[in-house]
């Protein structure tokens, strides 16, 4: 036996050699930020593994911070979308814009995200700016989308957003395609501090199941809605809870409030039949969030110009 072979093992008189290190579990915020419609709700479901967020085709869907959890053996890394930064236009959009900038200041790595299809423009050059002054907290700069353009239209995007600024990295991705996931996630987590995870295992969302059923609500309203309608509409769940005598099903009560009456009478449609569309679809993902059968009452209220009204404001849920 060699002097090698000897030293193995705590029985054989030598030295055991040390273990090698384990790699510290890595916890904390990474926060998703660009103008309206860049993919960022999409992202974070695509990261998380399960809708969280609720998406649209129509620009500014997202209203509130939400944190979807991703989970992993050595990380927990809590993705925080947030609302497009934009100039705001109504006391709605100062208070969203002053939400993301809060949030901002309060996460370990920031994901700076631009579409790959779209021209670099002065909304993103003027977050990128923003996210300049941001010191001692990394900025990832993620191009979004890639499965939609050609791979040379991807490299000229990432060589533009490159030139934006000083990146920690720069990465694309495809949150449709599921292109690069992986990578973005390691990067993300590879920004974190060493630390125990944030929320118990197996935790998607600490969004409450009120606020998630409203959002899903308003989802399925936005789809096919004209141009104007998507910003001026809200949702309010009144009341939830299981119906007496009756625990497998749930009593959903909501309202879903518009600016004017000719927005009302667009999402009611003809007979009731585009709200009766609405709900059914609602239904469908409520049903599925809370794994229970759902009977989903559906109201519309005016609120006249609620986006520029305080009172109406909180009592949607937008505080100061």
Not at 51 to 78: E, M, N
Not at 155 to 173: H, M, N
Not at 217 to 224: D, N, S, T
Request: aromatic share 4%.
């Amino acid at each position: 036996m060699t002097e090698k072979q000897a030293g193995k093992g705590r029985g054989s008189g030598g030295h055991a050699s040390p273990a090698p290190a384990q790699p510290a579990f890595r916890s904390g915020f990474a926060c998703l930020v660009g103008r309206p419609n860049v993919g960022k709700s999409t992202l974070t479901n695509a990261l998380v593994g399960a809708k969280v967020a609720i998406t649209s085709s129509r620009p500014q869907t997202t209203r509130r911070v939400i944190r979807g959890i991703v989970h992993r053996p050595d990380a927990q890394l809590v993705i925080v979308d947030t609302p497009g930064l934009h100039r705001p236009r109504t006391l709605l959009g100062e208070r969203l814009d002053s939400l993301v900038r809060g949030t901002l200041t309060e996460v370990d790595v920031i994901g700076f995200c631009v579409p790959a299809g779209e021209a670099v423009g002065p909304g993103d050059k003027y977050l990128a700016r923003e996210l300049a002054a941001l010191k001692g907290t990394p900025v990832v700069a993620i191009v979004t989308k890639a499965d939609e353009v050609p791979q040379e239209r991807i490299a000229a995007q990432l060589l533009a957003v490159s030139e934006l600024g000083e990146w920690a990295d720069v990465v694309p991705v495809s949150a449709v395609a599921e292109f690069q996931l992986d990578v973005l996630r390691d990067i993300l987590i590879g920004h974190l501090p060493a630390g125990p995870a944030l929320y118990p295992d197996g935790e998607l969302t600490d969004e409450p199941e009120q606020i998630m059923v409203a959002e899903l609500i308003r989802e399925a309203a936005l789809e096919g809605v004209r141009d104007e309608l998507p910003h001026s509409i809200a949702v309010l769940v009144e009341e939830m809870g299981p119906r007496p005598g009756q625990p497998d099903l749930i009593d959903v009560h909501a309202e879903l409030y518009v600016e004017r009456p000719s927005q009302k009478a667009i999402v009611i449609g003809t007979r009731g039949a585009r709200l009766k569309d609405v709900g059914t679809r609602a239904r469908q993902q409520i049903e599925a969030l809370l794994g229970s059968r759902i009977y989903l009452d559906l109201h519309v209220r005016i609120a006249k110009d609620w986006q520029r009204n305080p009172k109406y404001l909180r009592r949607l849920g937008f505080y100061d």
